[in-house]
């Protein structure tokens, strides 16, 4: 196909085809460096987010302690450290493998704070955060095994997409929070020292990967898209029910507790992928202690082999897919001579790219959308649009060779084999079988001394308003006005076949028939002269070519053929009945359908001497089903 396209383009018109390419190309490279691209691709990816939501948390082995509102208003805030030691022994005492502390206590609280900087440091089950963006400090006595950061990154709209898995390189103290409570409950490092050695094969977030446009900063370690369990869905306790010895036991033996707020005055609250598509009118927001618990059940998931890496796109792959949609955006605008056949191809093609690219999201596939799209709509509307002015350009040249009204379709024809038919922008003189088709008003002299100049030029317009579309809609070519008629033919310049020529020119008759019935219908109510047309039709071979100066062009159609048709329609005048009357020779008739019901609609009138010609013409009348008056 790609090959078919190059074989019909001429290096000399290259330059004129590229150029709107060019523009596209242009056009889509500016749209790329806006943030809408990425902007459509978020969106996509977090209403996707929200329908694969996991309501796995609840059997997840994390149990949240979360310190409520009602909990403030209990115990005050900050909450007074013998409080959170309190808690800490009933939880270690119930069977806790793990205790992750997600609250900031580099500085104590109240009159016993040194409790917590004591079992921080002794109680190996304990881990303790510190964040690097906001230089806040760790528990005091935290040894550094069981120091971890909780720093989080947001995307430039405000959402909490990507998970800070690891940073390597760095200090013992310097793990993500969850990681470093997996290790502890699991008593596995083996996962950390996978990750430094980067034989851990995940989908990571490099420069342009995946739904980002834009390079993602480096040094904020190695970072993947957060996996979410649906909101809620974790086991919960508030500390208030901890204290008050309100949980059972074997609710907390063998689980790994993350104490942390979740009352929305303390602010630990974050936007993520589902929150915008939420029903609440508030935008629903999830608190850092379920954040983390979603990161952490990632690991448990990697650990029980359940889990998913994906993959994601990058740059180079994008690029790649990117240049294919173009240049099959392209060969679809350009190889399909019908206009609307291409339209379909490429619009086949975009929901079949748009479906596929949705799959893959849905698969953990990261690729971004929104740019292989507009480059199809870019330029494939480019390919339409160029082919539209080019079709417009090349029906005007055609017109003006031919000299007269031909119909969209034929034009295209003739464009589309303009090598054949076409020799230095002129029709060639040649021999061709034709059905030529001559009108002439009834009676035009008495018409044009009853209404005046305008009023008359309305009339006829009115007239050829029903005669040219019959005849152009059918393939034919109206070669001439004639004043008060027409010279049309069918078969010129290209023919279907010469029965169907034959046969398009009765139906055309048909339709004028009709069409002079509705006419005259107003025309009576308006008190203006009925019009009654006479016409000829007769087959035959003509000679066919333009014909003329550089100044003035004509396609001209030359022939007893022509003649004949001309004599048929002035014959013995005065037999007219109805308000067209039709002579076709035998020529003609001979072409069409010779059914016995087909017989019915002619009238004999028998050999006739005509004008001009010394032979003489089997002549028939066509009959129709209404005279018409």
Known sequence: MFLSILKNIKLNKLP???????????????????????????????????????????????????????????????????LFCKGIDLLDNYGAITIGFDIYRDKGVGKNKECLNQKFTENSKLVSIFNVANNIGHIPGTPPERQSFNDLSLDSDGVLRRDIVHV??????????????????????????????????????????????????????????????????????????????NISPSSIEGKI??????????????????????????????????????????????????????LIIQGKGKFILLLFTIILSIVFGESYKRLHKSLIINTLFLITLSTLLIYLLFNN?????????????????????RRSFVGQKHTQQIRRLLGQATSPVIAEQLWQQRDQLLKNGRFEGRKIWVTVLFTDMVNFTKVSEILDP??????????????????TK????????????????????????HNQDAKAAIDAADEINNGLYILNKSLKKEGVPEMKIRMGIHSGEILAGSMGSSERVEYALIGDT????????SLDKNN??????????????????????????????GLMKVKGRSEEINVFELLFKKNNN
């Open 16 to 82: 004129k085809i590229i150029t709107p390419y060019f523009g596209a190309a242009l056009l889509l490279s500016a749209i790329d460096k806006t943030n809408l691209p990425q902007a459509i691709d978020l969106m996509i990816y977090d209403y996707i987010t929200t329908i694969k939501k996991s309501k796995d948390g609840v059997k997840d082995p994390i149990v949240i302690v979360s310190i409520e509102e009602s909990d403030i208003k209990e115990y005050g805030w900050p909450i007074d450290d013998s």
């Open 168 to 245: 390597s390189g760095q200090n013992e103290s310097t793990v993500s929070f969850p990681l470093r409570i997996y290790e502890i409950a699991f008593n596995d490092k083996l996962m950390r020292k996978n990750l430094e050695d980067n034989l851990i094969k995940d989908a990571w977030i490099g420069k342009s990967s995946g739904i980002y446009r834009r390079e993602i900063d480096a040094s904020l370690g190695m970072q993947k898209m957060l996996r979410f369990r649906t909101p809620g869905t974790f086991t919960k306790y508030s500390l208030k029910e901890l204290l008050n010895d």
């Open 257 to 310: 507790i993350l104490i942390g707020s979740t009352a929305p005055s303390l602010k630990d609250l974050f936007v993520v992928p589902f929150s915008k598509f939420e029903s609440s009118k508030l935008m629903m927001r999830i608190p850092g202690v379920e954040v983390h618990a979603n990161r952490l059940a990632t690991f448990i998931d990697q650990k029980n082999g359940t889990y998913d890496p994906g």
């Open 365 to 385: 596939i990261l690729i971004g959308v929104s740019i292989p799209i507009l480059g199809i709509l870019t330029f494939s509307s480019i390919a339409w649009l």
């Open 454 to 471: 305008s009023e008359l030029m309305d009339w006829l317009n009115r007239g050829m308003a029903i005669c040219v579309p019959a005849i």
């Open 474 to 497: 059918r393939g034919g070519m109206v070669n001439k006005f004639t004043g008060d008629g027409l010279l049309a033919a069918f078969g010129v310049p290209i023919s279907n076949s």
């Open 562 to 569: 022509v003649n004949c048709a001309s004599r048929l329609e």
């Open 576 to 605: 007219h009945k109805g308000y067209l009357r039709v002579l076709l020779s035998s020529n003609t008739k001979k072409l069409l359908n010779t059914s016995s019901d087909n017989e019915k609609r002619f009238n004999k009138w």
